[in-house]
């Protein structure tokens, strides 16, 4: 079992930074795919971003050239660095653990084995 936990959110202008951590306990996640979601409400969740167990990443077209998902390994932590925040980015932001052994890039829910319980963004205008 993989426990995920994700801090970082908060409240911020519109036009600010904030970075978003998801450690993880139970497991090493050096050999999963890791991804961002968000759930704003009344709304579905949505993909944001991931980032394979090499590194590679994808991001979706709302958040392309603004946010920034990384790993560190060692320190079993995944993040999610969100710079030039727009009114709409406002959500509970998920992160998610899939234990499939490939290299790959998830980018649907049901590809992730694992969630953690969310952290809020806000965003002032």
């Known amino acids: 079992q993989v426990q995920l936990v994700e801090s970082g959110g908060g409240l911020v202008q519109a036009g600010g930074s904030l970075r978003l951590s998801c450690a993880a306990s139970g497991r090493t996640l050096r050999t999963y795919a890791m991804g961002w979601f968000r759930q704003a409400p009344e709304k579905e969740r949505e993909f944001v971003a991931t980032?394979?167990?090499?590194?590679?990443?994808f991001y979706s077209d709302s958040v392309k050239g603004r946010f920034t998902i990384s790993r560190d390994n060692a320190k079993n932590t995944v993040y999610l660095q969100m710079n030039s925040l727009k009114p709409e980015d406002p959500a509970v932001y998920y992160c998610?653990?899939?234990?499939?052994?490939?290299?790959?890039?998830?980018?649907?829910?049901?590809?992730?084995?694992?969630w953690g319980q969310g952290t809020q963004v806000t965003v002032s205008s």
């Open positions: 980032i394979s167990r090499i590194g590679s990443t």
């Open positions: 998610a653990a899939d234990a499939t052994f490939a290299v790959s890039l998830p980018t649907a829910l049901s590809e992730y084995d694992y």
